[in-house]
């Protein structure tokens, strides 16, 4: 029985997932920039000082966000590779690894 790979198409290419949000990370930064500009030639300074603040905020969540995908994405990788080296050992082998997790032995 083969195990598919998950999060994958076509046999190892990536396949889209939730996690992939890089390029929506950019379009919401280069809003932020485009109402910073906006808000720069406001000659108050405290709406200057608001727009920085909202700025090191976005970056702030930003690097946040692409932190909890990397490992996010580390350990789907990490069990797509336990998955097919079980599927590569065999019938026997694999029965004991997964009565081992079930029983919470491993480690």
Known sequence: MRVPARGRAGG???A?????IRER???????????LREMERDGDARIRLAAAAELRHH????????????????VRDFQDAVLEMLEEAGVAARARVLARLERGQMG
Do not use: I, M, Y
């Open 59 to 74: 970056l702030e969540l930003a690097q946040k966000t692409l932190e909890a995908a990397a490992r996010a994405e580390a």
């Open 16 to 20: 889209a997932s939730v996690w992939d």
């Open 12 to 14: 190892g290419s990536p």
């Open 25 to 35: 990370l950019q379009e919401n930064f280069q809003r932020v920039e485009s109402l």
